[in-house]
């Protein structure tokens, strides 16, 4: 694999409640390299949304990144100042909201908030330069200057989400984070987000973490897959191990969930429930939900084995690195 971008160790983001500590994120780790497409899988609730939200420092009380490292170029976030962590936030890191409406003001013309996202950022040229510049960005994403001009209101789902793609991409970042971009778009306009998502990845040689459920989707745009439960990441490998050999009984159960196109298969759900994150079972969090639990799994946590192609289940403890 390439050289990383983003080096994330041990990583933990905690929710201090009153009922307890919510370990929303515990103790993970990842590396994305240079121009690689990483997908974070996983239920509601298994930390997905939690870790790009650290990435970029937007963690707010009663949250707290309680530990580990977030290395962007070799430069831990973590320990940046405020306005330090401002001038990375859409220069080197951008993110592609999960709802574009309630991202856009709903009462500010496309132009002047794109501008206002320039000039955040030190961009002060002409005038005639910045419309230059806007256009450039709305063909970009395969939209005509004259959206500039709209209100949100005035653009259907798809073009609003391609609006935050030109926001996303307008100072080159280093990496792009979507979540769940194309929730509640039907699946052609989804398909058009996706491969705008794609042709300015490609164009402008960022890395991209996208988060969502849709395994389908994962499928056609990731090259590598991460699956996520309970705060914790149980199984990360190219699309191609994850979809031809899962190794987890989690990613087992999630595949199986897919419509198949080849012929009539009934649909399989996962029976249960992810457990409450104040208070994880001891041993392995999905044991209770397994088809394939042992007695050893509700004594003793997994750990993460593996070089590439990694796993955290005790069927696998045989292939333990050391």
Known sequence: MAEPVLTIRDLRVYFNIRAGTV????GVDLDIAEGEKLGLVGESGSGKTTTALAIMRMIKPPGEIAGGTISLDGRDLVELSEPEMRSVRGNDI???????????????????????????????????????????LMAQVGLNANVLDLFPHELSGGMKQRVTIAMAICHNPRLILAD???????????????????????EIGAAVILVGHDMGLMAQFADRIGVMYAGKLVELATVEQIFANPRHPY???????????DGKKRLQG????????????????????CPEAMDICGVEAPELIGDIDIVSCHLHTETRVA
Not at 23 to 26: C, E, I, K, T, Y
Not at 184 to 199: C, F, G, I, N, Y
Not at 273 to 289: E, I, K, N, Q, Y
């Open 23 to 26: 370990r929303a994120v515990d």
């Open 94 to 136: 951008a993110m592609v909201p999960q709802a574009a409406m309630n991202a856009l003001n709903p009462v500010r013309r496309v132009r002047d908030q794109m501008l206002d996202g320039l000039r955040d950022h030190g961009v002060n040229e002409s005038r005639n330069r910045m419309q230059d510049r806007l256009t450039t």
């Open 180 to 202: 769940e971009p194309t929730s509640a778009l039907d699946v052609v306009v989804q398909r058009q987000v996706m491969e705008t998502l794609e042709d300015v990845r490609s």
């Open 251 to 261: 990613t087992r159960l999630l595949i199986s969930s897919l419509p198949d196109t």
């Open 270 to 289: 996962i029976p249960g429930l992810p457990p409450s994150l104040l208070a994880v079972p001891p041993g392995c969090p999905f044991m209770p939900r």
